[in-house]
């Protein structure tokens, strides 16, 4: 089904996941057309981009022609030359010119993009940091990944590498995290930590923990219905959010800090934590006109800022 | 004495400390004649602006015209519109339309800029930042200032308050500071912090301090003669300053990390250290080309920096 705003541009977004492709025809904010998903593990990098290359085409069978296509990935991405370095999960995708192979098998444009820089430019573009200048975006998750959008540009920095707001630390004399920082924010943070420190608080407290793992999820359950133990956790969890925030705050003034992904389900368990926190923690002219708000593309933000990018890249 | 490159443009640039009034007359990254220093103190800003007029034209009486003047001044500063909102140390100038006033005099285009973002405009032109597109540069003394270049322009941010390294934490639970956030890193690393951990270590250790005041001078001198308490506090504070710089490496990515002011001094005595603590805490990917240096343009990076974003506003 082609929408009727045929006059809007339409471009191919490609939500690259460690387990699931899926390749979207997008019209600004919207999914016009879903591809069939795919797995791009156990299959090479060459088979991998001959499916993509046949569901973007399947795609596009009710246009007059193909369209730009964007394509967002979960690793190392060079996004100025649409080379893959290398994929978080996914084995055998070092060293692939991406942009290359398919740009000349489709003869349209293809850009790449690291999938929390596409996720960010869609919340910038049409989600919750729509006209914003400086929006700071953060996936809660089991790891903590962020994207900057910086005077209404991505932001990527020297070696594209800028984001990275998991790694970096709230206590200098912390526990280590993956790259050697001493309390790093995802160990506190992150999911499995989260799920831990439950754990351990529900033990100390020597009240049933409401399920064997913790997750997030089971904590916002039991805070809604009252439990002490998990309310108390959140407070917690949105004061250490706050304070690793306060330093994006000092440092960038942002208009917004956009919050995404599984911990940020939590909602008002979490965010008048985060909010108090930096509040206390900043001066007046830098926290009184800032939001802190949910995302609201959910998963189709990683699509349509993809999309979004392939677009800008050729205009 | 008007130098003899006279096909390059002069500007005039004006260091605005709080207690002298430092005009210059600037051509590149040289300063070509000096204005009498004046006092800001004791003053209106009214009679100020009179006097600054008066040097500006003085500057200029060997050229044929006069030509475009920025200024540097250490506070809350609109440069979209040329206002100054308060001074940090001199009274009597909020809400001044600065730009405007002495625009309308002397015919030439008048920028302001706050003063940590002209000196890093400088170091970045033609200084310790030069040929980079990702620039920290940040002052430590009594206070720990800062400015970001991102993408080869000044950032400013949200409310033009971006760049303020000093008061981002890097212990969340740490002691409060001015504008309570608990751990910032002016607490542990400003001029008069150094000098009082200094006294408290000497007296721990039961060593005689080098001096009753323990300056960072002081403790420079200390430990170039090979004075243990003096070395480990010079590691100590590099290791503190390192842990600060990962948060904004991690967030950042930046090419350079240029370090002025008097706590830089220390030199071999400090650098290492910095180096040291942020390798430490970050991963290769975006610590292998990151440069930590000294500023290079000294107390004239001001002067140079402010002339050059007047000559840039007008292109």
Known sequence: M????????????????????KP???????????????????HTAAETLLKMEASIRELCVDLPGLVPVGIGLPGFVDSLHGIVHGLSNVVGWDEVPVSKILSERLKVPVILENDANAMAYGEWLY???????????????????????????????AQLAAGELGHTSIDFNGVSGPYGNLGCLEMYVGNHHISARALAAYAAAGVAAPTPECTPLDLCVAAHAGCKVALDLWAIIGNELGAAFANIVWILNPDVIVLGGGVAKAGDLLFPHIER???????????????????????????IGCAALALAAGS
């Open 277 to 303: 926190s930096i509040k206390s923690r900043t001066s007046s002219v830098i926290n009184a006109k800032l939001r802190i708000v949910p995302a609201t593309l959910g998963n189709d933000a990683g699509a």
């Open 127 to 157: 989600g919750a940091a729509a006209n914003t200048q400086h929006a700071i975006c953060v996936t809660l998750g089991t790891g903590v990944g962020g994207a900057l959008i910086l005077d209404g540009k991505l932001f990527r920095g």
């Open 24 to 42: 979207a025809l997008v019209q600004c904010a919207q999914i016009i057309k879903r591809g069939v998903p795919f797995d791009p593990q156990n």
């Open 2 to 21: 082609i929408n009727a705003n045929s006059h809007l541009p339409y471009a191919v977004g490609v939500d690259f996941g460690g387990t699931s492709i």
